[in-house]
């Protein structure tokens, strides 16, 4: 399974993010994914995750109520926006995969199988 970003690149403080992860080499309806981001000097973090189907969701309490998590089961791709964003949001955003219908810890990297390469979002102020 192969997960590819694309949408970084610099935004200006209180603009938006869009990112997308195509997904290939797999049932993409059967993978649970997620979005992590790695600021500089700190540890990657949890951002959102999507169920199989897409009727459930989780975001990370930094990002609750500016984050929108979406997938296109046809398209095999996820969508991630995040409004207002801030400086301190610079970072190397990560696409992630599992294949599992366990939600159990589904903000935890160990759950994930596979990861994309990342893409920067540099947020300036």
């Known amino acids: 399974v192969q997960l590819a970003e694309s949408g970084g690149g610099l935004v200006q403080a209180g603009g938006s993010l869009r990112l997308s992860c195509a997904v290939s080499?797999?049932?993409?309806?059967?993978?649970?994914m997620g979005w992590f981001r790695q600021a500089p000097g700190k540890e990657r973090e949890f951002v959102v995750a999507?169920?199989?189907?897409?009727?459930?969701?989780r975001y990370a309490d930094p990002v609750q109520g500016r984050c929108t998590i979406s997938r296109d089961n046809a398209k095999n791709t996820v969508n991630l926006r995040i409004n207002s964003l801030k400086p301190e949001e610079t970072a190397v955003y990560y696409c992630?995969?599992?294949?599992?219908?366990?939600?159990?810890?589904?903000?935890?990297?160990?759950?994930?199988?596979?990861w994309g390469q990342g893409t920067q979002v540099t947020v300036s102020s």
């Open positions: 999507i169920y199989l189907s897409g009727g459930r969701t």
């Open positions: 992630a995969a599992v294949k599992s219908r366990s939600w159990y810890n589904i903000h935890l990297e160990y759950k994930y199988d596979y």
């Open positions: 080499g797999g049932t993409f309806s059967m993978y649970t």
